[in-house]
Nanobody, 122 residues
Framework: QVRLVESGGGLVQPGGSLRLSCAASGNIFSIHTMGWYRQAPGKQRDMVATSPSGGNTNYADSVKGRFTISRDNAKNTVYLQMNNLKPEDTAVYYC????????????????WGQGTQVTVSS
């Protein structure tokens, strides 16, 4: 069984900063990609940033230059540093991991966290 546990959401004023964390735990064999997605009310879930193992990070155009994704592979943890937040960044942020388990090491699957609310408002 695999769990992704997020933390760090909250209410912040425009121009402020937040740091999200997501720790993966459980029967993990290998993590391929970790990333963050977000979903605003009435909208689809969109990619915010992804960090492939051994590859280049990817960002949505709307967050480039403001958000930074990083990983601590020893802790199976991914972070999202969000600076200069805007009201349009308000959403539920979901952690995602593409990983394989010890039971099926050759078959990576998608896993999701429970989501954490980020609200940017004055």
């Amino acid at each position: 069984q695999v769990r992704l546990v997020e933390s760090g959401g909250g209410l912040v004023q425009p121009g402020g900063s937040l740091r999200l964390s997501c720790a993966a735990s459980g029967n993990i064999f290998s993590i391929h990609t970790m990333g963050w997605y977000r979903q605003a009310p009435g909208k689809q879930r969109d990619m915010v940033a992804t960090s492939p193992s051994g590859g280049n990070t990817n960002y949505a155009d709307s967050v480039k230059g403001r958000f930074t994704i990083s990983r601590d592979n020893a802790k199976n943890t991914v972070y999202l540093q969000m600076n200069n937040l805007k009201p349009e960044d308000t959403a539920v942020y979901y952690c995602n991991a593409v990983l394989s388990t010890n039971n099926m090491p050759g078959y990576p699957r998608n896993y999701w966290g429970q989501g954490t609310q980020v609200t940017v408002s004055s």
